[in-house]
């Protein structure tokens, strides 16, 4: 759905990639509902998250995004967490 990432040293989990799953879930939604709904706030989630594996070679990391709006027609925020699975 959101195509190979290129930057973020081609990882699954990475900031560039979550910014492009933001885009792509906020942009469907509300080329769907903004005719059907104009004085609504909309907002959309999305997170990349890799647990650490059985060997741990592979560190857990995740990040997770919302993008949403105050106000109806007004530019969006964007909140972003990182984290790191121990």
């Known amino acids: 759905i959101y195509g190979s990432e290129t930057k973020g040293k081609g990882r699954y989990v990475c900031e560039p990639r979550l910014y492009k ?4 879930e906020y942009e469907l939604m ?3 509902l903004r005719e059907l709904r104009p004085e609504q706030n909309f907002f ?4 990349t998250v890799a647990a650490i ?3 741990k070679t592979i560190k857990g ?5 919302l993008r949403f709006q105050l ?3 007004q530019e969006t925020n964007d909140a972003i967490l990182h984290v790191r699975l121990l």
């Open 44 to 47: 959309a989630f999305a997170d």
């Open 71 to 73: 106000h109806p027609e």
């Open 21 to 24: 799953m933001l885009d792509h």
């Open 61 to 65: 990391d995740g990040w997770l995004g």
């Open 30 to 32: 509300e080329g769907r």
């Open 53 to 55: 594996n059985f060997q």
